[in-house]
Structure formats: C-alpha cells, structure tokens
C-alpha cells in the first residue's frame, strides 16, 4: 500500500529490512548500540563487522544510545548507504512515557536522515518485537509520526517493511484510519 504526502510516498510493504535499497534503513537498537536480537541481529549480520566498529565508537564518544534518541553508522555491507540506530521504548503498559518515546524514536530518525541529506528511508516496527509494544497502537504512532514530518519537510519516500502479515495489516488499518486527515 502506498499514499503521497505532499512529495513524500509513505510505502507499506511485507518483505526484509536488509533488502531494501533505500539510502537509510533503520535499526530498532538498544541502547548499547551492540548488537542484539530481532532486526538488529539481521543488520548486522548482513552488513558485516564496520557497523559494529562504528557504534563503538560512538559508544565511546557519547556512551550508548538513550531511548528516543537516533545515531547513524555507515551501511557496511547492506544495500544502504546508511544504518540509522534508534532505540525505542520497552512495553510497560502505557505508564512510563512509552508513546511519546516511540513517537521520538521515529521523528529523531527523520531529523537524523534531514541532517544527513537522505531522501529514502526504510522502517522496521520499532519496539513491536522484543520490546512488546502492542502494534496496531505502535503502528498508529509510527505512521502519525511520519505523515506529520511529510508534511513540512522535503523527504522522498518513507517505508514501513513488516515482517509479518498480520503486522502489515495491523498498520495498513492504521493508515487507512489515518487518511482522512
Ligand atoms: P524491538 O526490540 O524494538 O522490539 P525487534 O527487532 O525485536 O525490535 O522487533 C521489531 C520488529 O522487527 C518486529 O516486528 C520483528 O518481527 C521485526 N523484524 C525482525 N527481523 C526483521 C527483518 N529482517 N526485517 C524487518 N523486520 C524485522
């Protein structure tokens, strides 16, 4: 499913993070910026050993990634030029700030990808797999986030890739609910 924002095409698609030719895809990290399970354990290991020795360098400039916020590494080996680590938030029923740090994870990747002239851009769904935040809630956040960056900044495409059905349904209801406005 795909709708245009301005100039901006907001893609949903059912496929593989790693795959995608889009300039940046995006990491759901943690705030280790080590490594781990779910996505991340799929960039790195298909971009290869660079990324990991840029995040450590990052973690020995800044230490680590705080929840929200967003740092870029090269792509490595990936079809990406650029990986952009984000990490969202754990699910703790809605009591600890947990949409307005997802909605952060998303807007601080968006500002992250402006800075660094980036036209097209890949989204895993953050925070929906280890981190169990339910994700026809997260979807609406996800795609609320990035419709409203649509609409004041120059960005050519924005993609979702699910990597199940039921999450590309779960955030094709989401967007349809979404599109009147
Ligand atoms: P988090 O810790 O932020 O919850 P996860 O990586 O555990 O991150 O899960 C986030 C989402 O990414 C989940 O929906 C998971 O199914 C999905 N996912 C896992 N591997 C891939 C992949 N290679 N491409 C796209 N999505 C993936």
Redesign the pocket.
Known sequence: MEITVNNTRIVLLK?????QATEAVVN???SGLLG????????HRAGGPKILEECKLIRAKQGGCPTGKAVITSGGNLKAKYVIHT??P?WHGDNANESTLLRNAYYNSLLLAKENNIKTISF??????????P?GQAAEIALRTVISFAKENDIDEIRF????DN?YQKYKSALLHLIPS
């Open positions: 496929g593989d993070l790693i795959e759901a990290a943690n781990g399970g779910g996505v991340d354990g799929a960039i990490v969202g754990v895993p769904s953050i925070s929906t797999g280890a981190y169990r935040y994700v890739v699910l990597f199940s999450d």
